[in-house]
């Protein structure tokens, strides 16, 4: 019985050293394993970064493609045209179209263009958050909605009192009509209670 006991206890304390070897060296890697999180996000972001700006180049060099190559079918319409070889309605009928795409495809160009400027400026001016995770507090401010409206809502900076200051003790103090006069006695100038309430006043 008791080898059996002092076998488990054998194999015990191996066990409890072999989880504290474990853990020592688990919370030895942690700050190499923190680091490398910490650097695979930044390749992520810079990847981001690359890819957006990889994409916005495709898109120019479509558009200057597809420029180059609409602004040779125009000539090309235009010389037949000049040669008589294409009706006056015809003509017409392709500027037109021709015209609209291409207006279609500039104002499409240009959302593209604010939309990749307006996440640059939010990519270099980031909000600064306090470690708890709220944003930090700052003076008062306009909330800026989405599609550029700005409704007129200020923010203060501080709590305003939930209640207000209350008046002095003798600010609300009832007129001297309203007090009580003794019976027997009228509100005239020789009445001796008018005289001592009008001497503790002063």
Wanted: charged content about 25%.
């Amino acid at each position: 019985m008791r080898s059996e006991v002092s076998l488990e206890d054998l194999l015990l304390a191996i066990l409890l050293t072999s989880n504290r070897s474990l853990a020592e060296e688990s919370i030895a890697r942690r700050p190499r394993l923190n680091n490398g999180k910490l650097q695979l996000a930044e390749k992520y972001k810079e990847l981001a970064n690359l890819a957006t700006i990889c994409w916005e180049k495709q898109s120019r060099l479509g558009e200057s493609t597809c420029a180059q190559e609409r602004q040779r079918r125009k000539e090309g319409k235009t010389v037949f045209f000049m040669e008589g070889n294409v009706p006056l309605e015809g003509f017409l009928d392709s500027f037109q179209s021709s015209r609209k795409s291409y207006h279609i495809r500039r104002v499409q160009a240009e959302k593209i263009q604010e939309l990749s400027r307006a996440k640059e400026n939010s990519n270099e001016h980031p909000e600064t958050q306090q470690p708890n995770g709220f944003v930090a507090q700052g003076p008062p401010r306009v909330f800026q909605l989405r599609y550029g409206l700005t409704p007129a809502i200020l923010l203060p900076h501080f709590p305003l009192p939930t209640t207000l200051p209350s008046a002095p003790s003798h600010a609300s103090l009832p007129p001297l009509d309203s007090q009580p006069v003794p019976p027997g006695c009228h509100k005239g100038p020789h009445c001796p209670f008018l005289r001592l309430r009008t001497a503790r006043l002063l």
